[in-house]
């Protein structure tokens, strides 16, 4: 999905909020059917009897008939989306649509005529009911059928297109995700996600000082939350732009891109522990847990399975760092620091987090084989024997 920042006018801006209130509404509604069903009830309403009741409500109800029934529609086509990724067991259950949280609709069915170039810089695109809206044309605008309108927490609207075709070659990148490196390619590449500026992060740091001073529910904490919450939002902003950018990219360049298999949510977990047991090294794991979250591992996965649907392969990360790419040597010794690789059995030496990418990139699950072969991969070994390839191994 590629996407662009949305200039609308105030009346636009108005407009798109209703879209997004009704196809929250409709989203909610629906998820409160399948909450109240029981097996003895019946199966759950599917996509088409929710279709019919949502043109009963729209024939009792104005405020539902004065929106578009596409994007109404849309939104009970996403829901009956997510539930059949439940049962397929690759998806949570879908929750509750929160105002000021989830803000958005989608819009199917684009003709070419829906999006026209205005000049080098802008164009415009067509929503239903509210007209045609400027958009900043920083990138090529993909021929896609469909895309997405959000609205994020500092109020800056989005336009999302859909997927990106495979280039068609049969290439294949690795991406290993670090903190010292954002995300490194099997190719040799070394990307950094920005963040906030020395000078910035200076500002910020003074802001806090001074809201943890003021008064509680008093106006200068309130002016002190709002200066923060722009730097927070500059932040956010760098980021997702720098995930938006790499993603896009990989989607056009490889047709399989592989990444590790990274529990996030568990690994930037707090450690602070209970009061009956108190964790250890507190401060130091909740400074490891910023640099995950500032480094985008999550939403770089997700933009790329948004816009490489099925091309995105995720493969277990136990011993990627440690197995040499050159000679499948499996030693601890290997990783000699956070940026250094040295197999101690060919004596291949370069970037570890390149020499991960590599190993990603090949797909070689170290864990697939079993307890006892795992055991007898990790010992020593002479410099002329190498472990057999561990792709497809029972």
């Known amino acids: 999905m590629s996407r662009y920042r949305l200039y609308p006018t105030p009346e636009q801006a108005a407009g798109m909020e209703t879209h997004c209130e009704q196809a929250r509404f409709v989203w909610n509604l629906a998820r409160e059917q399948h909450r109240w069903y029981r097996r003895w ?36 086509k996403d829901f009956a989306t997510a539930m059949a990724n439940f049962f397929a067991g690759t998806h949570r259950h879908p929750g509750f649509r929160k105002k000021g949280r989830h803000e958005g609709f989608r819009v199917v069915a684009v003709k070419p005529s829906n999006v026209r170039r205005v000049n080098r810089r802008w164009s415009e695109v067509r929503v239903p009911k509210v007209g045609w809206v400027r958009f900043r044309r920083s990138r090529a605008v993909p021929d896609a059928r469909s895309y997405r309108v959000t609205l994020d927490r500092s109020g800056r609207w989005h336009l999302g297109f859909a997927a ?45 000082r001074r809201l943890a001073r003021a008064k509680p529910k008093s106006n200068r904490r309130a002016k002190l939350n709002v200066r923060i919450g722009r730097l927070r939002a500059r932040e956010v902003g760098r980021r997702k732009d720098w995930a938006e950018k790499i993603s896009t990219g990989l989607a056009r360049r490889f047709d399989v891109i592989r990444v590790e298999d990274l529990r996030i949510r568990n690994m930037a977990r707090s450690a602070k522990g209970t009061v009956v047991e108190p964790g250890r090294n507190v401060r130091q794991k909740a400074g490891l847990n910023r640099r995950i979250l500032a480094h985008g591992w999550g939403v770089l996965v997700q933009r790329l399975e948004e816009k490489a649907p099925g091309r995105v392969e995720k493969v277990n990360p136990v011993f990627t760092s440690q197995r040499c790419s050159a000679c499948a040597h499996v030693a601890r010794e290997n990783r000699e620091s956070q940026a250094v690789f040295r197999c101690a059995a060919c004596g291949y030496a370069g970037n570890a987090d390149v020499n991960a990418a590599r190993n990603i990139a090949a797909g070689h699950a170290v864990t697939a084989l079993g307890r006892r072969r795992v055991a007898e991969a990790c010992e020593p070994r002479t410099p002329h024997e190498a472990p057999p390839l561990l792709v497809g191994v029972e």
């Open 41 to 76: 009830k019946g199966p759950a309403p599917n996509y088409f009897v929710q279709a019919r009741q949502l043109t009963e409500a729209r024939a009792e109800f104005d405020w539902l008939a004065r929106g578009s029934i596409i994007i109404q529609q849309q939104a009970l």
């Open 164 to 208: 990106i075709p495979a280039p068609g070659t049969g290439s294949v990148v690795g991406v290993d995700r670090g903190v010292a490196v954002s995300a490194a390619l099997s190719t040799g590449e070394l990307l950094s996600c920005p963040g906030l500026r020395s000078k910035e992060a200076e500002r910020l740091r003074r802001l806090q």
